[in-house]
């Protein structure tokens, strides 16, 4: 069973500036069976990234996916008051299907 | 547009069974798997199985195998996920999610790409 771990736990950040997210997994991963989510509080996940670096429908350039192996990074390159929420990063693994969930990353506003 | 529209809010007693649903909208129920995720208060995502509802066929992450059930019905669209007995530690939030597909036929890899807004679940004696 392949364990994501990701960090920092809680990113404080001002509007502006750069956050860099890390998601680490336990053994190596396809690239493309990682994806990543933005949760709002009192809302539902939304796609962000899958494939590691492809945007979903409708995401703003601002963000941006990469990495392969054990390391996937999700770099917002200058954070919107919007973009103050938890990220989560999650694999997929096939045969049979599963997914696997991170714990999180907090984004909040410094 | 495409939906996921879930039921509503539950309240129930320990050792009470439930049923939730997820119907879908908007796109051809059939074609795409439908997963559903738990999220206790104040914690993480969990990825509890998926179901394909063009033959009905589940598998269940190993942490919820036995304890839920997941089905479809493709004439109206809908997925379900229900509980025989309920416990209090069943109290969260649940979301269902269609999974997308993507690669080739050689290697498939799947994504949640549209949710809906979730189903609370309260189980209190």
């Known amino acids: 069973e392949i364990v994501l771990t990701q960090s920092p736990g809680t990113l404080s950040l001002s509007p502006g500036e750069r956050a860099t997210l890390s998601c680490r997994a336990s053994q190596s991963v396809s690239s493309s069976y990682l994806a990543w989510y933005q949760q709002k509080p009192g809302q539902a996940p939304r796609l962000l990234i899958y494939?590691?670096?492809s945007r979903a429908t409708g995401i703003p350039d601002r963000f941006s996916g990469s990495g392969s192996g054990t390391d996937f990074t999700l770099t917002i390159s200058r954070l919107e008051p919007e973009d103050f929420a938890v990220y989560y990063c999650q694999q997929y693994g096939s045969s049979p299907p599963v997914f696997t969930f991170g714990p999180g990353t907090k984004v909040d506003i410094k | 547009e495409v939906q996921l529209v879930q039921s509503g809010a539950e309240v129930k007693k320990p050792g009470e069974s439930l049923r939730i649903s997820c119907k879908g909208s908007g796109y051809s129920f059939t074609s795409y798997w439908i997963s559903w995720v738990r999220q206790m208060p104040g914690k993480g995502l969990e990825w509890m199985g998926r179901?394909?509802?063009?033959?009905?066929?589940?598998n269940y992450s190993p942490s919820f195998q036995g304890h839920v059930t997941i089905s479809a019905d493709k004439s109206i669209s809908t997925a379900y996920l229900q509980w025989s007995s309920l416990k209090a530690s069943d109290t969260a939030m649940y979301y269902c999610?269609?999974?997308?597909?993507?690669?080739?036929?050689?290697?498939?890899?799947?994504?949640?790409?549209?949710w809906g807004k979730g189903t609370t679940v309260t189980v209190s004696s």
């Open positions: 179901i394909d509802p063009s033959d009905s066929y589940t």
């Open positions: 999610a269609r999974l997308a597909a993507a690669g080739t036929y050689i290697s498939y890899y799947y994504y949640m790409d549209v």
């Open positions: 494939g590691a670096s």
